[in-house]
């Protein structure tokens, strides 16, 4: 046993010229493997090094088919560079495939030489495909060699049950090796003169801990230099991920060992750029899994790429940037698949193309996110001005062997009077951390130095990471600001003095939302807004072709992606992923859409994590939905709507409803609920705001009833006006809801309540333009065959009126001044501007403190389908604004 365990350590010592040495693969030849070594040459002038170098790498899925194989020829074929060193790893799912043969055969389980056998399969049905003549046949001899050699040392490991770990990576390392020589085989098959390169002849690497080792540069250099003199060439296919210890014992690279090793080689030959060639156009903002407006990154700085990569960006291994660093060496990141996409060429530090219009977007170049984490938070008085506590803590962790990600001196949950140390840990170590802790601090925890060790689990950490941004002023507070709009709560923060990355420690159930919230507000991808429409009727339908036709140019001036993601009516609803097709939803909803659950259609929109925000748009006139603004709002959710219910219901559910706007970041508008598309709500606030004092607004707030009294004029009978104005489509379908004037009314009550005023709907008196004995009428019917026998009751107010030189005009008023307000009949002057409407214009006069000789107005049309969803997609632009999308 003993002899076998020495013979697994030492097999692999001698591996170049494979096919000249099988010999000394023989198990029966013991002695011949245990002293062999590359002789040394002398350097000598004709080695060549430097810039006429490039350095390409393939992975697995690049050489992952014999196709894709000639593709890799291909691509190296065209490269005009004069001198090509080119690594390979193994073919696709190979390398694990090897390490599955190790873990059979330890396990004494007989299906290693099933599986064994399939690896050979792999790769004969691979040459075959590509190669014929001499290059096959040569190929096919070195295969089944190894696979033999591989079955017999694999016997041996299934009957000692054990294997080291060298043996492993002897075995893995064959993946590489045959990929290797078949690209190098194909390069000639096309007139290429290359020779491939058996790494572990080269590359010398000494283990480093942590499952990582540091190449030997000096050593490594002068093997590679009496390689190249033995084997002058242009084109050189060189395996990846495989190495060599001092000892000339075979090893690995470890994680990425194949970008890494092509790094090595970049710094070895002092290469003018090294190609990593995989499956996507190169680095994004963010992963595009999470966010799919991510956009690919044209530069990145060493320490850019560096940082995203530590937070779990899909860049490179930290590692694999150290080697090229020293020497300026590019590294460009290329997709083998889309050869037209120019890639992410990451270098010493990338210049902006335009340094005078430089700002925040610059200086943050991409998000990454680590999830999976738990916050330890160790805490207490007794920490401040006691030596030593911090590294007790961190050589506690340490003993457990877990990884500290981050470490935060900033912890929201901490009083101010007691001192902390925050950092964070994979959820799979924290429970050994925290037992380590308490273990450690225990008399300090009874003594009441230390207060607890509190342990927050389910959390992700989100970074932002870019060129200096921790010294311009504003990055932060656009990060943030950004998090708070979304109703992100931040649980930690750390900012690395590098000035490369901001951190934050968020609920792993709203990394998805963060990430998405941030990319956006630094304009990485579009302001996206997940739309939920509720009502889809008249005004509902309306807004919805806005939206429409509106979309594209959104996207392009002020880079807002509006997506509606539900649709629901009174009987059915239309929900989606992704986005509702606005050209044809009416279709959808009548053939696809599902039976309304208006609890189901909020959880959909909302908890979308494909888009950050979220806005419901209530289209009704219901109060039972408009009863739900305060939950909605209180969950993060955005509200604009048409609908007068709940800011003119009871006053302390109004009062509830603005207390809890003021207090979160969620956004609660409402300008279409007085004067339609009228800026009425806007200009009411900007007074407000800019700190004008509000005397008195009176206006005519009803397009019907202003079309009925703009109309009703000569000898016209007030009837003929009203069932006028219903075949126009001004009414409702019940002309009664307009004349009682308690539509008015409300809107009345809207604007008093924005000044202050503390009013209920009772508190308003209204002159009702319904007759009193149809008040009570069965039918719309019955009403219209009544109400011309009461036309001589207000034909008399016309007339007097008339004579007077004035006019009738049904208007609402709200006296600040004597807090209180009314809707009735009156009379005006027919100088006077309410006089002068025409159609159903509204029109509303604030007198105040500075527009107090001469009222400030606003006029136009306050009634219709089209201008009442405009006041509502008015709303939707400004939500957007306020979420980050520039204006224009």
Known sequence: MGRLLAFSALTPASFSSHMEKRESYNFKVYSSITDVSTPEVPVESSIVKG??????????????TSQRIQNVANIVMDDSSERKLVVVSAMSKVTDMMYDLIEKAQSRDDSYELALDAVFEKHKLTAMDLLDGEELASFLSTLTFDINNLKAMLRAIYIAGHGNESFSAFVAGHGELWSAQILSYVLRKGGIDCNWMDTRDVLIVTPAGSNQVDPDYEESEKRLDNWLLKNPSKVVVATGFIASTPQKIPTTLKRDGSDFSAAIMGALFKARQVTIWTDVDGVYSADPRKVSEAVILNTLSYQEAWEMSYFGANVLHPRTIIPVMPYDIPIVIRNIFNLSAPGTKICREPVSENEEKQNLETYVKGFATIDNLALVNVEGTGMAGVPGTASAIFGAVKDVGANVIMISQAYFFTASSEHSVCFAVPEKEVKAVAKALEARFRQALNAGRLSQIAVIPNCSILAAVGQKMASTPGVSATLFNALAKAKI???AIAQGCSEYNITVVVKREDCVRALRAVHSRFYLSKTSIAVGIIGPGLIGATLLNQLRDQAAVLKEKSKTDLRVMGIIGSKKMLLSDTGIDLFTWKELLKEKGEKADLEKFVHHVHGNHFIPNTVLVDCTSSTEVADHYHDWLHTGIHVITPNKKANSGPLDKYLKLRALQKQSFTHYFYEATVGAGLPIMHTLRDLLQTGDRIIRIEGIFSGTLSYIFNNFVDTRAFSDVVMEAKAAGYTEPDPRDDLAGTDVARKVIILARECGLNLELSDIPVQSLVPDPLKETASVDDFIQRLPSFDSDIATKRQAAEDAGEVLRYVGVVDVNNQKGAVELRRYKKQHPFAQ?????????????????????????????????????????????????PSY
């Open 51 to 64: 810039d006429s170098w490039s350095i390409h790498k393939f992975g697995g899925t690049c050489v992952g």
């Open 489 to 491: 709560n931040v649980r």
């Open 837 to 885: 409407l025409s159609g159903s214009d509204n029109i509303i006069a604030f007198t105040t403190e500075r527009y107090n000789k001469q009222p400030l107005i606003v006029r136009g049309p306050g009634a219709g389908a089209e201008v009442t969803a405009g006041g509502v997609f008015s709303d939707i632009l400004r939500l957007a604004s306020n979420l980050g999308a």
